[in-house]
């Protein structure tokens, strides 16, 4: 990995992208709801970034990471989002697998600048309720970063469904 901090890292990716953040000093949060009340926003506006590790058959050896965006009061629905990605199965990665396919720890998770140390990125898939002006994960605890959702789509090829309950 590159010696940037997160938040250089997530700015570097975004201008390569061309995609305007802003950065927020939100403080320390033990909790989505409370990182959104530190933030003055309901969870539903906190974009949560979850890493998923996806097999494209019941059984098969090798698995890929997916990138799941979904509103912070929601869930994903694996079926869903099983369907959407055409993977036989899917589950939540444990914390040192997201950092591995991500470079970033749980909570600071964002898609910029998200990338295994050998460069690889993985496909992002979001729900189609996510709208509008949002927060995320910004690479380092205690900050969040806001983005336009259709800047963020657009500049990753996201693809957008319904894949929370």
């Known amino acids: 990995m590159s010696e940037l901090s997160g938040r250089e890292r997530v700015q570097s990716d975004a201008d390569s992208r061309a995609v305007t953040l802003e950065f927020v000093q939100r403080g320390p949060a033990s909790s989505l709801e409370e990182a959104a009340q530190n933030l003055g926003l309901e969870p539903r506006e906190i974009v949560k970034t979850l890493v998923a590790k996806a097999k494209l058959t019941q059984s098969a050896t090798e698995h890929s990471y997916v990138v799941a965006l979904i509103p912070g009061d929601k869930q994903v629905d694996w079926a869903k ?85």
Do not use: C
């Open 81 to 165: 989002l099983r369907r959407l990605a055409g993977m036989k199965k899917m589950s939540m990665t444990a914390p040192e697998e997201a950092v591995e396919a991500t470079g970033y720890h749980p909570g600071t998770i964002t898609p910029f600048g998200a990338r295994t140390a050998s460069g690889e990125q993985w496909p992002i898939y979001a729900d189609d309720s996510i709208s509008g002006r949002i927060a995320m994960g910004a690479g380092e605890p205690d900050l969040n970063l806001f983005v336009d959702a259709d800047e963020l789509f657009e500049a990753f090829d996201v693809v957008v469904g319904d894949i929370s309950k």
